[in-house]
Each structure stands twice: as C-alpha cells, then as structure tokens.
C-alpha cells in the first residue's frame, strides 16, 4: 500500500502564492504517475496537473496552465504543486494521487482521469479571496 498526505494549504489573497506538498510512504517504488486534482463544494472533482516518476513530460488543466508548476523530488517520495497568480476560482480541496504497476487502473486511462489513480490522499483546503 501506499499512503499519500498533503500539506501547504490556506488562505491567501487573490495573486498570491501558496506551495502544496504531497508526502508518499509505503510501497513508493510501485508509484508510475503522481497526479493533483481538486474538488470545489457542489463540483466533480477535477484534474490540475500530474508528474511521471521515471520521467517524461508534466501535463496541466488548461485553467492553471502558466500558474501552477508540478515538481517531485523522488529521494524524499514528494510531490509539490507550486500555485502563482492564484485567483478566486483556485478555491478547492486539493488533492494527491497515485498509480501503482501493481494496479489495472491505468491500463487504458489517461493521466487526467480520477480511475487511473489508486491511492489518494485525505486532502488540503486551498481558499483564495477577492
């Protein structure tokens, strides 16, 4: 298994900044994709950005596309989310997920799809104000 929690979230004013962390234990080295999604109340929950392990290029939503940069840093099995020119629509419960080789999930789906993930983390309030 693997056990994911983030930490970073807040308050902030519109076009300020916040960094998200997303820490990774357990059974990390079966980790293939870390993606972070977010969840406004009333709405489905919905893809932001995603990061491969071993490699390869970074995928974004269009709306954070330019602001939010994803990072990880595989010795400390992290994942960060680094959110610039926050606005009110930023506002969410943010979440980090992983896939695992080890899991059917991502056969078939693609890096913005909630299915592919099998580990998720308990989430972390993001509140931007105007």
Request: aromatic share 12%.
């Amino acid at each position: 298994q693997v056990q994911l929690v983030e930490s970073g979230g807040g308050l902030v004013q519109a076009g300020g900044s916040l960094r998200l962390s997303c820490s990774a234990s357990g059974r990390t080295g079966s980790m293939i994709l870390m993606g972070w999604f977010r969840q406004a109340p009333g709405k489905e929950r919905e893809f932001v950005a995603a990061i491969p392990w071993s490699g390869g290029s970074t995928y974004y939503a269009d709306s954070v596309k330019g602001r939010f940069t994803i990072s990880r840093d595989n010795a400390k099995n992290t994942v960060y989310l680094q959110m610039n020119s926050l606005k009110p629509e930023d506002t969410a419960v943010y979440y980090c997920a992983a896939d695992s080789r080890y899991s059917a999930l991502f056969v078939s789906r693609t890096y913005s799809d909630t299915q592919r993930y099998t580990y998720w983390g308990q989430g972390t309030q993001v509140t931007v104000s105007s």
